[in-house]
């Protein structure tokens, strides 16, 4: 992260196994195809093992069988894989050195423990819902020890309309930072 000069877009779920890591691969591949790539960047964290709180059970969503095979023919339908994702936890250099934060839930935010708001206060400028992309207030449903299969689809579907309809929402929070 260094010296990149490009905006980085970072978008945050609470443990950084499925959620956050989509949003994350589908906001590069619209950055990619829309020739951006020497401006902007997305990565994701988790709010699991920041914070003294333990980190995820498993680092990677395989390890989770029952919701990854929910969840895997409707990622593969998006050519989206996360079988090598490793969870990564939010830290103070990555929360500076983000341009905007996409938060996927409100939970995210407030956790008295854990929360963006609570761990770095100083953030809350440029933390967004991710729901804001569309100019909504929804939050996107943490599908932890949820293994039906079109409550998976149904999510990472939205994540998918909401990436790619409300990209230039993000492309003007990010004009903003």
């Not at 895997?72 to 996360?82: T, W």
Request: aromatic share 8%; proline share 6%.
């Amino acid at each position: 992260m260094g010296n990149d000069k490009r905006k980085l877009v970072l978008a945050v779920c609470w443990g950084n196994i499925q959620r956050s890591p989509t949003a994350a691969f589908l906001i590069n591949r619209e950055i990619k195809k829309r020739g951006l790539e020497n401006k902007y960047y997305c990565l994701s964290r988790g709010i699991l093992g920041s914070a003294g709180l333990p980190p995820p059970k498993h680092p990677n969503f395989t390890f989770y069988k029952e919701e990854y095979e929910a969840a895997e023919p409707h990622l593969r339908n998006l050519e989206i894989d996360l079988s090598t994702h490793i969870a990564q936890p939010i830290d103070r250099e990555t929360i500076e050195r983000a341009d905007i934060i996409l938060a996927m839930d409100k939970k995210i935010l407030t956790d008295p423990v854990g929360g963006l708001f609570v761990q770095f206060p100083e953030c809350k400028e440029k933390v967004h819902l991710f729901s804001e992309l569309l100019g909504g207030d929804f939050e996107v449903q943490d599908l932890d020890t949820v293994t039906e299969s079109e409550r998976h689809k149904l999510t990472i579907n939205m994540l998918d309309r909401t990436v790619r309809e409300g990209f230039p929402t993000l492309l003007s929070f990010t004009d903003l930072a």
